[in-house]
């Protein structure tokens, strides 16, 4: 979905540093979500949020953070606490109202440690 | 929270013939049922959804039937071509706007 930009594509972390991946979306979505996924898993859900400057925890939220200060903008620090961060990183938006909507999806971030 | 279990994680079909994906689920508060495709690489795409008030919907080759009592619903591909071959992803999710994805099924298709 041409709408919802990651970036980098690529990124790799040093040990003990913090790391923040961009996620933004012109779709005009109030929902915003976080995932990561492992090899020969689903998506989990890091965060989500459903408006402007709220967000909550999702199911493996530890080891992050994140920030909605803008309706398009849902940027994920990865930081040192996060002992395990190699995997690919997928934000989402949806349209968050009424009925449930599909969520479209960005083309990733591929985090790696050095 | 929600558990969304995904049957079978491989799948390997002829050129042809058709594929099933099962999906069980535990909340009976979800009401949204989308699949998603993955192919190497690449995004999570939808490939199509379904609400808790509909049975079964289909989309030229793809079908996904829901029963509601039972918590399961099903994915299933007719004719599958070579461009099929991807992983899917099933989920669940009701009015908090979230949703539980199943671990996935990789789908072959054998020219």
């Known amino acids: 979905d041409g709408g919802i930009t990651q970036s980098p594509k690529y990124l790799f972390r040093k040990e003990g540093q913090n790391v923040t991946l961009s996620c933004e979306q012109n779709l005009n979505h109030d929902a915003m979500y976080w995932y990561r996924q492992d090899p020969g898993q689903g998506l989990r859900l890091i965060y989500y949020s459903q408006i402007v400057n709220d967000f909550q925890k999702g199911d493996i939220a530890e080891g992050y953070s994140v920030s909605r200060e803008k309706k398009e903008s849902f940027p994920l620090t990865v930081t040192s606490a996060q002992k395990n961060p190699t995997a690919f990183y997928l934000c989402?938006?949806?349209?968050?109202?009424?009925?449930?909507?599909?969520?479209?999806f960005g083309d990733g971030t591929r985090l790696s440690i050095l | 929270g929600e558990n969304v279990e995904q049957h079978p994680s491989t799948l390997s079909v002829q050129e042809g013939d058709s594929a099933v994906i099962k999906c069980t689920y535990s909340?009976?508060?979800?009401?949204?049922f989308p699949w998603y495709k993955q192919e190497l690489g690449k995004r999570p795409q939808l490939i199509i959804d379904?609400?808790?008030?509909?049975g079964e919907k289909k989309d030229q080759r793809i079908a996904v039937t829901l029963n509601k009592t039972a918590k399961h619903f099903s994915l299933h591909i007719t004719e599958t071509q070579p461009e099929d071959s991807a992983v899917y992803f099933c989920?669940?999710?009701?009015?908090?706007?979230?949703?539980?994805f199943g671990a996935g099924t990789t789908v072959t298709v054998r020219a």
């Open positions: 989402a938006s949806s349209i968050g109202k009424g009925h449930n909507q599909p969520q479209h």
């Open positions: 909340d009976s508060a979800s009401n949204y």
């Open positions: 379904i609400r808790s008030n509909v």
């Open positions: 989920a669940a999710g009701s009015n908090d706007y979230k949703l539980s």
